[in-house]
């Protein structure tokens, strides 16, 4: 099962993620896709770790998302936090193509189902404002809304999350 939580920068939507999957389960995974890149994200990741529960097993996966899921074990529950530091790191650091991307969050889905995984994906609403005149940053928000439509379709419960609060547009948030 897929929850897919959406909303902007430092609205509260991976806390809202991580208290709904303490939820479901015990010993939840988080697959964290963010690296130590400079010292903003630096201490955004000891911010998160700082914040999150001990009860979760931390697996810094980077862009291996695919492989941090086929390691969860089957029924389990886990947050991966967030898919637009992994679609930077599929394109800019890997070197995908949109094909190659959307054909990675398939195998994603296909490892949730199979092993019956309760996933809950994290990302941020990035095409809310203007966006600059750059033909790159362009085909990334083109490309992220792409999979934020994908793991829409797959998902069981889709949230919005602004100023902390949850808009639940399809299931349930359990708070």
């Not at 099962?1 to 430092?10: C, D, K, L, P, Q």
């Not at 969860?72 to 886990?78: D, I, L, R, T």
Request: hydrophobic letters at 40%; charged letters at 30%.
């Amino acid at each position: 099962m897929i929850t897919f939580i959406s909303g902007g920068a430092r609205s509260g939507k991976s806390s809202i993620a991580e208290t709904d999957i303490l939820r479901r389960t015990a010993s939840p995974v988080y697959i964290a896709s963010s690296r130590y890149t400079d010292e903003e994200m630096s201490e955004r990741i000891r911010h998160h770790r700082r914040t999150r529960s001990d009860r979760f097993t931390t697996v810094e996966s980077g862009f291996h998302v695919k492989k941090a899921l086929s390691g969860m074990k089957g029924e389990s529950a886990g947050v991966m936090d967030c898919l637009t530091v992994w679609l930077s790191e599929a394109l800019f650091t890997e070197g995908l193509d949109e094909q190659k991307i959307m054909q990675e969050a398939a195998a994603w889905v296909d490892i949730i189902e199979e092993r019956r995984l309760e996933v809950t994906i994290v990302s941020n609403d990035v095409n809310e404002a203007g966006l600059p005149s750059d033909e790159n940053v362009h085909f990334y928000v083109d490309v992220l809304e792409k999979l934020h439509r994908f793991f829409i379709q797959h998902a069981e419960n889709v949230i919005q999350v602004r100023a902390g609060f949850p808009k639940v547009w399809k299931g349930e948030v359990r708070r």
